[in-house]
């Protein structure tokens, strides 16, 4: 299975600041998915670069793409819209999940703009670009992304 962990910020993609946030989602994915081919990349807060790189995943036929970072208010955070540009189905559960877990902890979780959808059978979801906000939100999500994969593929069927 082919996996991707994008972390897009300006800072990190500049070298101003270390990402932290994309080594603990790769962390995560290495513990649910441990043979799995996990590709990693960094990109700056930029729609259109993020756009094509998300097709570029599709067409490599990742089965999983997570967007770390730019889901939020601020003027350069354009993830949602990249992966809207992208998706064929939202799969907008995953995301009130993660905004409704993440506000038991830290009512600032409802200001994400984060989505997710399908492209094919490539799930596309944007975690927030903090380390914790990262974890938790996949920890939160990641046996509904592991049925949704199944699913997704045709290999397995809703309960």
């Known amino acids: 299975m082919l996996l991707a962990v994008v972390t897009v910020s300006d800072r990190c993609s500049q070298g101003r600041q270390t990402d932290t946030a994309g080594p603990a989602v790769v962390a995560l994915l290495r513990q649910r998915w441990p043979d799995a081919e996990i590709l990693t990349d960094l990109q ?37 819209e990249a992966t809207c540009r992208v998706i064929e189905r939202e799969a907008p559960g995953l995301a009130e999940a993660m905004r409704a877990m993440g506000a038991q902890q830290n009512q600032f979780a409802w200001l994400s703009r984060g989505v997710a959808g399908l492209k094919g059978n490539m799930l596309i979801v944007n975690l927030p670009g903090s380390r914790r906000g990262a974890e938790e939100s996949l920890a939160c999500i990641l046996d509904l992304v592991q049925h949704g994969l199944a699913v997704a593929a045709g290999g397995q069927t809703h309960p």
Request: aromatic content about 0%; overall charge negative; glycine content about 10%.
């Open 44 to 80: 700056a807060d930029d729609e259109d670069a993020l756009a094509a790189k998300l097709d570029e995943l599709s067409r490599k036929a990742a089965a999983l793409v997570l967007t770390v970072g730019g889901t939020g208010l601020g003027p350069r955070d354009r993830t949602p």
